[in-house]
């Protein structure tokens, strides 16, 4: 299985995907997991793990890497899922651990859309709704930061040390998305959540390509790129990273139809599995 391997200044997202084989993704700092995949050794030492929802080519991972956790004697780790599925997972689990005849180390959460979990240092993740065939959230991964309060803009050094020693407020807390994780979702979701529009690093599955195939992905929740197109000029983000891809098609057709369908686009496109070569000539192809 090749790993892929994405650096955004600050933020490293690794991670493997095909739809109905495979999907996860390590996302550092601050060091968590969207979806386990099949299991993944990478995935090993990451404490937070956030599942989207339950069919097996993102779940089924869960009990390789908690007993892989065992193994290697790693600590409790902290595991979410939505919320109507946390009884079907801790019993999945649970199996998995009687069969083994260990006890697997976890606490399980279930979470509802506007949950936030803080996981410090400024971090946080929001989960939110999705629109897909079974109980599934999606993952905001937020960072607050602080800077200077923007009326203050511009005052010295020692008029703002004066105005801090007099007890007044000085900086205030931003808070940016840094990435947003869709999971599995149909066309639905861009209604249930335009904030994702906004996130620097948007990933986001599109399993289906060919106009034969848009009923067929209607039908099980997924998106295809003519479902994108009709968002094209919403896109805000820095960067576009496609993933999930049905195995029927290649990696290099979604480059192409997104490329004819959406010519105008606005951020970085990447297509998730391509070798890097493809995504410097796809800057180069934009910026001539
Ligand atoms: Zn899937
Ligand atoms: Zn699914």
């Known amino acids: 299985m090749t790993v892929t391997k994405l650096n955004f200044k600050n933020l490293r997202i690794e ?13 550092q700092p601050p060091g968590l997991a969207f979806d386990l ?8 030492g990451t404490d937070e793990l956030f599942l989207s929802h339950g069919h097996l080519d993102h779940a089924l991972g869960l009990p390789y890497v908690l007993s892989q ?4 004697g790693f600590g409790p780790c902290r595991l979410y899922c939505p919320r109507p599925i946390r009884r079907a997972v801790e019993n999945f689990v649970e199996a998995a651990a009687a069969l083994e ?7 399980l959460r279930g979470l509802e859309a506007g949950e936030r979990v803080e996981l410090g240092h400024g ?9 897909h065939v079974l109980p599934s959230l999606g993952y905001h991964l937020i960072q607050a930061r602080r ?24 900086d205030h807390t931003e808070e940016h998305i840094e990435v947003s994780y869709c999971g599995d979702t149909a066309a639905g979701v861009f209604d249930l959540e335009p904030r994702l529009f906004e996130a620097r690093v948007l990933l986001l599955e599109c399993t289906f390509l060919g106009s034969e195939l848009e009923t067929k992905a209607r039908q099980f929740g997924h998106l295809h790129v003519a479902d994108l197109a009709a968002q094209a000029d919403r896109f805000a983000n820095e960067a576009l990273v496609l993933t999930h891809l049905s195995r029927r098609h290649r990696l290099e057709e979604l480059r192409q139809e997104v490329e004819r369908r959406m010519p105008n686009l606005s951020p970085e496109l990447i ?18």
């Not at 005849?101 to 606490?107: C, H, I, K, L």
């Not at 297509?271 to 001539?288: D, L, T």
């Open 147 to 170: 800077s200077l309060a923007p009326a203050l803009r511009g005052l010295d050094g020692a008029e703002l040390a004066r105005r801090r020693r007099a007890g007044e407020r000085i």
């Open 123 to 131: 971090w946080s993740v929001e989960p939110f709704a999705v629109d």
């Open 101 to 107: 005849e260990v006890e697997y180390r976890y606490q």
């Open 271 to 288: 297509v998730f599995g391509e070798h890097p070569n493809r995504r410097q000539q796809g800057k180069r192809a934009q910026r001539g």
């Open 15 to 27: 991670g493997s995907s095909r739809a109905a084989d495979r999907s996860w993704y390590r996302i």
């Open 37 to 44: 995949g099949r299991g993944a050794q990478r995935l090993i």
């Open 69 to 72: 956790r065992n193994l290697h």
